[in-house]
């Protein structure tokens, strides 16, 4: 693992690039990537979202979302990333689903899958760290540098975006709120069966006391 001092050298000798690099956010053994312009969002209804216009972005319970990186990364052939989400989102609930790797030879943006399994929407605002990336040197370079179907991305794939805009399965999200809305319902049938019983033990005892009365006024006439 590189350590700060390994990461700062490397950018100075154009080794390493990050595009919208700022030092503050360089830390002892890794950088905090920034939230990006472009996000996908699958609730309450899916669709690309810009962060910048928004200013934040709610994740809500259960939600899945792509967010994308400020930073852009350039990794030469003998150095390779790993992605972590921040404790700071981890420990509320959020959890990172993207693959943790970065290959050497990747160019590009960063564009990760998240998922909010927490008690509570999270809200990040546009240009917050949200994830860390660690890079380690490799002992020898990659005979195969990466060059697949994410290089030199700069925007969420548009497959990615058409898989979901087509997926007809319920959210979690949308779980959980159908199930909040039958336990509601369930809460409102019950008291309706209790009034319902309460009534109908009344009835009986009514009944007997009219009858009571009656009798006694009979008495009092004879």
Known sequence: MMSDKEIKEALDKKELIIKNFEE??????SYDARLG?????????????????????????????ILSTHEVFELPDNIAGKIGLRSHYARKGLILLSGPQIDPG???????????????????????????IEFYRLPVPATKPYAGEYQ????????????????????????????????????SLEKTVNAI????????LVTTLAVSIAVTIIIKLI
């Open 197 to 204: 019983r309460t009534t109908m033990w009344a009835i009986p």
């Open 152 to 187: 030199d991305q700069i925007r969420i794939p548009s497959k990615d975006i058409e898989y979901f805009a087509e997926a007809k399965g319920a959210t979690l999200a949308e779980v959980i709120q159908s199930v909040a809305m039958l336990s509601d319902s369930v809460r």
């Open 37 to 65: 312009k472009q996000v996908f969002k699958t609730r309450p209804e899916r669709g690309l979202v810009d962060a910048s216009e928004k200013g934040v972005i709610i994740i809500e319970v259960g939600e899945f979302a």
């Open 24 to 29: 503050k956010f360089l830390h002892p053994s």
């Open 106 to 132: 990747f160019r590009g943006m960063l564009t990760v899958g998240v998922y909010n399994v927490g008690p509570k929407d999270l809200a990040i605002p546009y240009l917050e760290p949200f994830c860390t």
